[in-house]
T-cell receptor, first 115, second 111 residues
Framework: NAGVTQTPKFQVLKTGQSMTLQCAQD?????MYWYRQDPGMGLRLIYY???????DKGEVPNGYNVSRLNKREFSLRLESAAPSQTSVYFC??????????????FGPGTRLTVT | KQEVTQIPAALSVPEGENLVLNCSFT??????LQWFRQDPGKGLTSLLL?????REQTSGRLNASLDKSSGRSTLYIAASQPGDSATYLC??????????FGTGTRLKVLA
């Protein structure tokens, strides 16, 4: 049982390049999330998927797209990377009950630098 | 809009001391509250989840309380150890499948 896994662990991009961050969970959770963590700002929600087949914008969705490929996998795509997207990206998952997010489990993070 | 505050931002204590970390939120209409630990360069590890109907949760040396009416939660750590050194984050479940995070308290336990 690996929990939540993320690839890659580190990435350096040049401005304008694109990339996809991968996330997978093996806990049969229905809800999945993408956050970014910046110094002094805490974690901010980028996108979430309440269940397979649905995705919704979070607090800071601009410049990102997501795909809920199946129940296990939720990917985050940067179409044209900008230096402002330099951050640590975390994927999380949880069991959804009665419209509320349950206990969240986090992956180890992807450290992205855009030059 | 829900806002979550954790004060102090950093705290140093000698080993063995009991300590309390604070988390405040502005909207009392919450579903639950979760405490996490984050070690440098690592992901978040869930410590405790308190549902809105509960007053407290305990796990080992950790005890988290919730007072919705005053918009506060505290994480009590008993007999602190150097291995407890980390950043502690609280996150408020405000519905619509979302959590709002505080910016964390960086704890250092001195041997």
């Amino acid at each position: 049982n690996a929990g939540v896994t993320q690839t890659p662990k580190f990435q350096v991009l040049k401005t304008g390049q694109s990339m996809t961050l991968q996330c997978a969970q093996d806990m049969n959770h229905n809800s999945m999330y993408w956050y970014r963590q910046d110094p002094g700002m805490g974690l901010r929600l980028i996108y979430y998927s309440a269940s397979e087949g649905t995705t919704d914008k979070g607090e800071v969705p601009n410049g990102y797209n997501v795909s809920r490929l199946n129940k296990r996998e939720f990917s985050l795509r940067l179409e044209s990377a900008a230096p402002s997207q330099t951050s640590v990206y975390f994927c999380a998952s949880s069991i959804r009950t009665s419209g509320n997010s349950g206990e969240q489990y986090f992956g180890p993070g992807t450290r992205l630098t855009v030059t | 809009k829900q806002e979550v505050t954790q004060i102090p931002a950093a705290l140093s204590v000698p080993e063995g001391e009991n300590l309390v970390l604070n988390c405040s939120f502005t909207d009392s209409a919450i579903y639950n509250l979760q405490w996490f630990r984050q070690d440098p360069g690592k992901g978040l590890t869930s410590l405790l989840l308190i549902q809105s109907s509960q007053r407290e949760q305990t796990s080992g040396r950790l005890n988290a309380s919730l007072d919705k009416s005053s918009g506060r939660s505290t994480l009590y750590i008993a007999a602190s150890q150097p291995g407890d050194s980390a950043t502690y984050l609280c996150a408020v479940g405000s519905g619509t499948y979302k959590y709002i995070f505080g910016t964390g308290t960086r704890l250092k336990v001195l041997a």
